[in-house]
């Protein structure tokens, strides 16, 4: 059974850094892309960036260029999204996603359960 | 790139047929067959339940459908139920660096 686990909910301070993980099983890791979705509170789903865990390209939207990073460790077939210094704005829900295909177009076909991120002072 | 258009709220009673539309442009819907939908009840993640504008994976019932029209696309819900009450929300490729652009969200009310 294919299943992302989502690590948990984090309070964090303005300026702070962050990771948050993602735990695939179930599949082979390596040959399906991993995305991640924020969804701020009470508002849409906006898609961040993916990563193809095989060779670790990543592949992040120019909406998110450059406010995180998207990482995976193959060994213990986890994802990462990381913030190295937080903002009250990044305060959501981040789901993984993964990509049903090897095409650019194919769907996200199983999500985690999400990770509510709480960045205040 | 701007969110697709969708409606905020649609609602019909049980055993109705609603339709929700995901209005995009000539970058995104308009120039491909790449539309998925999810479906997200409260608290809980998106589910997949249309791709490529009309297929549907398995085990989502054939009360859900596709279609696509020009730069708009549409979920329709047939013989809508209880537990059809959720938050629907259309996807489509749009190519270059921004790969995906999802649709504002539809809230479906079953009266």
């Known amino acids: 059974e294919v299943q992302l686990v989502q690590s948990g909910a984090e309070v964090k301070k303005p300026g702070e850094s962050l990771r948050i993980s993602c735990k695939a099983s179930?599949?082979?890791?390596?040959?399906?892309?991993i995305g991640w979705v924020r969804q701020m509170p009470g508002k849409g789903l906006e898609w961040m960036g993916n990563?193809?865990?095989?060779?670790?390209?990543?592949r992040i939207s120019p909406s998110f260029q450059g406010q995180v990073t998207i990482s995976v460790d193959k060994s213990i077939t986890t994802a990462y999204l990381q913030w190295s210094s937080l903002k009250a704005s990044d305060t959501a829900i981040y789901y993984c996603?993964?990509?049903?295909?090897?095409?650019?177009?194919?769907?996200?076909?199983?999500w985690g359960q999400g990770t509510l991120v709480t960045v205040s002072s | 790139q701007s969110a697709l258009t969708q409606p905020r709220s649609v609602s019909g009673s049980p055993g109705q047929s609603v339709t929700i539309s995901c209005i995009g442009t000539?970058?995104?819907?308009?120039?491909?067959?790449?539309v998925s939908w999810y479906q997200q009840s409260s608290g809980k993640a998106p589910k997949l339940i249309i791709y490529?504008?009309?297929e549907r994976p398995s085990g989502v019932p054939d009360r859900f459908s596709g279609s696509k029209s020009g730069s708009t696309a549409s979920l329709t819900i047939s013989g809508l139920q209880a537990d059809d009450e959720a938050d629907y929300y259309c996807?489509?490729?749009?190519?270059?660096?921004?790969?995906?652009?999802f649709g504002t969200g539809t809230k479906v009310t079953v009266l």
């Open positions: 996603a993964r990509r049903e295909g090897i095409a650019v177009t194919d769907p996200f076909d199983y």
């Open positions: 179930g599949y082979s890791f390596t040959t399906y892309w």
């Open positions: 990563i193809y865990p095989g060779d670790s390209t990543a």
């Open positions: 000539s970058s995104d819907v308009g120039d491909y067959n790449y």
């Open positions: 490529a504008v009309t």
């Open positions: 996807c489509s490729y749009a190519g270059g660096y921004t790969f995906y652009v």
